[in-house]
């Protein structure tokens, strides 16, 4: 049989017989690994690429997420005004825990809606690699796309939130001022956080399992560490008695930063001394975990993106 | 399904860079095991080299290790491995080559490794070891995974064709040959819970194949739905097949594969048994 002259020459140059290694037949043809990591930059290109994606999937799960209930898509704002309730009878009127805290509703429930959206972010994010896993191998697209969409979904809840908050906080007697045009520039601060901490819980929870049941307990221990229902200030240094030192390291911790920040700009009698200011401190540490926490979480997540199919 | 062959043949004869090269290297008898693995059928569009996938499954422990937090905090302070976890080695060292313009058959027995194969050519599945060199992204063929089950078709028609990785003028352009293609008509406007399964199957295809791809995974995707629907699905998937530059198929129908591939892999607990024209292939199955 008379071979064509390009097939000799290939026996010729090491066809397979010849064992040509096939990684060599696919550089010869231009072919790449099928699974590969793009570069960084390229990662964050494709991402923003898959934005619409992101933003109907973070939609249509707030959606799904009621469609079942009668009364619908009101159980967004049914939801933090129940919460706002039950925190204000527990906390405010039942533990009497108002602590000299002048507006201890406005003070509590501000603490307590700031510090929900990071928990509830960081919650859905241990878990958006690892319950997607039939999607994650079925379909292409940047991995990090689910723990945004889970993030962006908190957002959208929280836009709701912070209406029933504002809302709450007037009827508190609370006078919106100019500062309240803050609002959206530490929201905006605390949602790079929760990116971030999202993409790394993540990574960690696609591939430690026993997060999940981890979590509730880091939580928890979390919203008690991050002053929701008492001023860190009175409570380590006013009645413990411990240097200021401790105090201004519990502040550091990125809750209460975003927590003591609102507060400062919500309520008019909160730290009289810096006048809807906040302490320069707690602006920078607001800085530094929003710029910390996006740049650490995405590169984290990255240098594990071809293998979260693998589960 | 017989025009499919013979539109196949068509399609490959069109291939101006390999004149009748592979059909004479197909027709060649040979041994099987030794079938050289780049017979120069032209340019080589998907090569798998030595591949082997592993990956985990949960939940095979005893119930007195689950869920225990504090067994959770020591195992990942020790950095140790969870007992409730086995690997599971599905593919042990599958090597070929796949060229432009075949369409190949993968059979096996349930757990044989089929799917697995084509998650790792699909780049969704790292290997364990070896590797998969592709032109081009391959697709599978199917968006189920992405779609929600509480939202209208319409959101999940919009939704789907996102996850596919469409632009937002490309959704506006598929929308209505979508619907038109799925046939569902005003059902559309309500959930898909409410949907009977066919409705669901069809919409499903309609979504996943709207979209044009280099190389193209089908896994017992074909032809759904009652006897009109089949009929139209068969023919979307010849279109696709004919765009598409190479294609594989898991199905459990055989009649459907020897229809319509050039080429099939026999797939036995994760190694190939057999490769090569699908009647002797599928003979050789049939008896084992």
Sequence with gaps: ?311 | MAELTKELSQVKGDTPAVPGKDAKARSTPEPQDKRPLDVPTGTPTVIVDDLHIVYRVYGAASESEKGNAVNALTRILKRQGRPQMKEVHAVKGVTFVAYHGDAIGIVGRNGSGKSTLLRAIAGLLPPHAGAVYTDGQPSLLGVNAALMRELTGERNIVLGCYAMGMTPSEVRDKYQEIVDFSGIGEFVQLPMSTYSSGMGARLRFAISSAKTHDVLLIDEALATGDREFRKKSEERIRQIRESAGTVFLVAHDLRVIEQTCNRVIWLHKGKIKMDGDPKEVIAAYNKG
């Design chain 1, 1 to 311: 049989m008379s071979q064509p002259e390009s097939a000799v020459a290939d026996a010729q140059a090491g066809g397979r017989s010849g064992q040509e290694p096939l990684a060599k037949l696919a550089k010869r043809h231009g072919l790449r690994r099928a699974i590969a990591r793009p570069r960084f930059p390229v990662y964050v290109r494709q991402l923003w690429e898959r934005r619409h994606f992101i933003l109907t999937y973070a939609t249509s799960r707030n959606v799904s997420k009621y469609s079942k209930s009668a009364l619908g898509q009101l159980w967004q704002v049914l939801t933090p005004l129940l919460n706002a309730a039950i925190y204000y009878v527990m906390f405010g009127l039942i533990l009497g825990g108002k602590n000299g805290i002048e507006n201890y509703p406005a003070f509590l429930l501000t603490g307590m809606f700031v510090f929900t959206y990071t928990q509830r972010t960081v919650s859905a994010g241990a878990k958006s690699i690892s319950g997607n896993l039939s999607m994650i191998r079925a379909l292409h697209f940047p991995r990090a796309s689910l723990p945004l969409a889970y993030t962006i979904q908190e957002l959208q809840q929280l836009v709701i939130s912070m209406a029933v908050l504002l809302a709450i906080v007037v009827m508190t007697g609370e006078t919106p001022t100019w500062f309240w045009l803050m609002i959206p520039v530490v929201l905006v601060l605390q949602t790079m956080f929760n990116v971030g901490a999202g993409l790394v819980v993540a990574r960690l929870g696609a591939q430690m399992r026993d997060l999940n049941q981890l979590l509730p307990f880091i939580t928890r221990t979390w919203l008690y560490a991050s002053g929701v229902f008492f001023s860190i200030q009175d409570k380590v240094v006013v009645a413990a008695k411990l240097p200021q030192w401790v105090a201004n390291v519990m502040y550091l911790n990125p809750a209460a930063s975003f927590i003591e920040w609102m507060r400062e700009i919500l309520i008019s009698s909160h730290n009289k001394s810096f006048g809807h200011h906040p302490p320069t401190m707690v602006v920078v540490s607001c800085v530094f975990w929003a710029v910390f926490a996006l740049g650490f979480g995405f590169w984290y997540f990255w240098r594990s993106e071809e293998r979260y199919g693998r589960g």
